[in-house]
């Protein structure tokens, strides 16, 4: 009898080891191979150089970050801690177990450990959790800390043992110097304290002990005083920028805060969030485990409850980077859902202690003969559902495995710049910057300055972009890491030679097309010639080419190009572009065009033609100069996509946008009032100072190229915006890109909207539209037809009659 505990500590043991070498696996087999754009490339270099990252400085990731780079030698810096991220995702999936471990009381058997590794996977496989555990971010961290607190809790509320407050109480003061949303926790970690022991507060030796641990754990923070003044990629050298990094001063101010009103598309939002992340049966679960531990382990539901809801309230009501905020909540929902397994396999099939308790009160209790049958089933079947997720995941392709974007973006730009001393500038955003800082600073591949110059620009300040094209103009050759209106605006021309843009005073004379034509539209538009850098695309991808035009003499009209791939036609809009109207005589005009290659067009090969059409006068197809309405400029070769949406997904949608996402449904409600799309025979009523409530259903179609932003927009009579509202999807919690693509093909989510009308609005009737552009381009998505042919850039809802 007394080997028995240690009998059942080892089996713990194995079990626990062997979940987190099957979720590292998992986690490493799906790893991206070297850098991201953006953060998670940040959180590669900074390390590396003992460096100080972005607010709120994240000291404990630094070092730990420092000290796996250093004893884990494997591959280049970015892999390797990119391999930090899974094997502190292999973590929490571990942390989940035993925490559904403790709260169950160490109960011996299938029916009691099968619950708990149910829920470890149910985490493990959840696509928030996963994204964030195959490439670098602080972010994984602060979710392993706060499930090492719960772990510690639970495992000093079933032991007794104050050490274990100890522990607690360090790990808290390492979380404290990582970053403060591991502080939301902390109301709930006091109050389960208090409810399990409430006579602690007499005990001062424990808080003693606690302190301690606490003030140990703070010794982090000492990296700060000890690198701010000669750390590079940190504040200012004084203690007052200091202060106002490793606080979050300024990064504070740019929150958006929700409010009280907004509580229930909020809720909405998560919900929405959350069946990404679970099935409904899980989810179901979940309920169940609340209910049980209400009745069983009313402490244990006081701290998860407590830790959840914390976090969800403030997570939820700002936005700034939600969805790595959020996998907190949803790893303590995990663990409620272990909780309903557990509830639901002794509802099944009651343990010998449950039988002998029910005989005791006199309730019936089923023969044991043959319940590990039930428990079996019942087990086989929840352990289909992480299963049968982890099969969807990989389906829609959420691994980062074969992810080079950035890689091939900064091949591109030693291949382009080193060695050439033109002192180019680059212009750049954060997110192109940091792969570039990774290579230079952690894996000693400099850029030399008489080469290029790289300049980092404030990708939301658009006069800042124009105001560092004026101050390096007069340096060298000036490039933008991708296309910025603003500087277009400005006059200037941007000439693609891609993956860069080359701002150019105009006017441009000097660029020659790959592929000449000389043909004439009208006998005023020359058509030059064009650039065409691949003759073979999958159905589902863009056919992108370049079109060099020019005009002899001044046009008054907005003329544009249209093409045409075998039985489609592309007519793109004006949208974000250089019109006719703004060329001057005898400069060369390039711009970018892509045609939407429809999913289901059968492979073979097409022809590419291009016209040209006259917008304002009503001419859809000019004549060209050589006899015919369009000029044949390629033979395109149509592949079979790699994975395409069933045709019932295009048929049922209001609108295919750009061939990356679906709107579904829409519906939309002021007071009683309640409408689906679209409604344009009865307008939607409404009176200014009274809020809009709006929710568009989104289907993913593929993986996105760029971070969208959705528009919605009320248009007067001549179409005209008066009253919008622009921001990231689902306000702001589900980017669609951010350094890599965050919706996996096939989600479908709901994305709630509240807008208040101006009080100012005049009475009158207006038009509803909304779509989407992308974050940096500000170019709109084009609407396909269910024939792949483009139908404008935008999507009319209905009518708005303001009174």
Request: hydrophobic share 50%; glycine share 8%; aromatic share 10%.
């Amino acid at each position: 009898m007394s080997s028995a505990p240690n009998r059942t500590a080892r089996t713990e043991a194995l079990i626990a080891v062997g979940l987190f070498l099957a979720a590292l696996a998992l986690f490493a087999s799906t790893l991206a191979p070297a850098t991201l754009f953006g953060d998670p490339s940040e959180y590669q270099f900074v390390p590396a150089i003992l460096g100080i990252a972005h607010p709120p400085g994240y000291a404990f990731y630094t070092l730990l970050a420092k000290a796996w780079q250093v004893l884990v030698p494997l591959g280049t810096i970015a892999y390797r801690t990119n391999l930090l991220a899974a094997a502190v995702g292999a973590w929490c999936v571990t942390a989940v177990y035993l925490i559904v471990r403790d709260i169950q009381g160490r109960e011996a058997g299938l029916r009691t450990v099968a619950p708990a590794v149910f829920a470890a996977l149910s985490l493990a496989v959840a696509p928030d959790l996963w994204q964030h555990a195959i490439h670098s971010n602080a972010h994984i961290v602060s979710v392993g800390l706060t499930l090492i607190h719960l772990w510690l809790l639970t495992r000093w509320w079933r032991s007794g043992d104050d050490r274990w407050l100890g522990a607690f109480a360090f790990t808290l003061g390492l979380a404290a110097t990582h970053h403060p949303i591991t502080a939301m926790g902390v109301p709930a970690y006091g109050l389960f304290i208090l409810a399990v022991r409430p006579a602690i507060l007499r005990r001062w030796r424990v808080w003693l002990m606690m302190l301690g641990g606490g003030l140990l754990g703070l010794l982090p923070w000492l990296y700060y005083p000890l690198r701010f003044r000669s750390a590079p990629f940190g504040p200012a050298a004084d203690w007052d920028s200091l202060w106002a990094h490793v606080t979050a001063r300024g990064l504070r101010v740019n929150l958006f805060h929700f409010g009280l009103a907004d509580q229930a598309d909020r809720a909405v939002a998560f919900w929405s969030l959350l069946r990404l992340q679970y099935a409904l049966p899980v989810i179901a679960l979940m309920a169940v485990g609340a209910y049980a531990l209400a009745r069983r382990r009313a402490r244990a539901l006081l701290l998860l409850a407590g830790v959840m809801l914390g976090h969800l309230a403030f997570t939820m009501n700002t936005v700034q980077d939600v969805m790595a905020y959020l996998m907190i909540p949803f790893a303590a929902l995990a663990v409620l859902a272990g909780a309903g397994a557990w509830a639901l396999i002794e509802r099944i099939a009651p343990s010998d202690r449950q039988r002998a308790i029910r005989r005791v009160l006199g309730r019936s209790s089923r023969p044991s003969d043959g319940a590990t049958w039930p428990v079996l089933l019942t087990c086989a079947v929840l352990f289909l559902f992480p299963i049968r997720r982890a099969a969807l995941n990989l389906k829609r392709g959420i691994s980062l495995r074969d992810f080079t974007a950035a890689e091939a973006y900064v091949d591109a730009v030693y291949e382009r710049f080193a060695g050439r001393r033109e002192q180019a500038v680059l212009l750049s955003d954060w997110e192109h910057l940091t792969p570039l800082w990774t290579h230079i600073y952690a894996q000693s591949e400099p850029l030399n300055e008489e080469d290029v110059k790289l300049v980092y620009v404030n990708p939301t300040d658009a006069a800042t972009w124009v105001a560092n094209v004026w101050q390096h103009i007069e340096v060298g050759p000036i490039y933008l890491s991708d296309y910025r209106p603003s500087v277009r605006n400005e006059g200037f021309r941007l000439v693609p030679e891609p993956p860069f843009y080359r701002v150019v005073a105009p006017p441009v004379t000097k660029i020659v097309p790959s592929q000449l034509l000389d043909i004439w539209a009208d006998d005023r538009v020359h058509i030059r010639g064009v650039d065409l850098p691949e003759t073979t695309v999958r159905a589902g991808d863009p056919l992108r080419l370049t079109i060099y035009q020019s005009v002899d003499e001044p046009l008054s009209e907005i003329w544009m190009p249209y093409g045409q791939l075998g039985p489609i036609e592309a007519r793109w809009t004006t949208d974000s572009r250089v019109l006719t109207t703004q060329w001057q005589p005898g400069e060369i005009i390039p711009e970018v065009y892509e045609i939407p290659v429809p999913f289901h067009l059968p492979p073979g090969t097409y022809p590419l033609r291009l016209g040209y059409a006259d917008l304002i006068n009503g001419r859809p197809a000019l004549p060209l100069s050589n006899g015919q309405k369009t000029v044949e400029v390629a033979t395109i070769e149509v592949l079979p996509p790699d994975r395409a949406p069933a045709r019932r997904v295009l048929e049922g949608a209001l609108a295919n946008l750009d061939n990356q996402v679906a709107l579904t449904d829409v519906r939309a409600r002021a007071g009683w009032q309640v409408r689906g799309t679209p409604w344009h025979e009865q307008p939607l009523s409404i009176q200014p100072g009274q809020p809009l409530h709006l929710t568009l259903d989104w289907r993913v179609l593929r993986s996105p190229r760029e971070s969208f932003t959705i528009f919605i927009h009320l248009l007067d009579g001549a179409g005209r915006p008066v009253f919008g509202h622009d921001y990231t999807p689902v306000g702001g919690a589900f980017p669609s890109y951010l350094w890599f693509p965050k919706w996996l093909p096939g989600q479908s989510f709901a994305d709630p909207y509240r807008l208040v009308m101006p009080e100012t609005l005049s009475p009158g009737t207006y038009q509803l539209e909304v779509g989407m552009y992308g974050m940096t381009s500000l170019r709109r998505l084009p609407v396909v037809d269910l024939s792949g042919n483009l139908a404008g850039d935008r999507v009319i809802l209905g009518s708005v009659l303001v009174e």
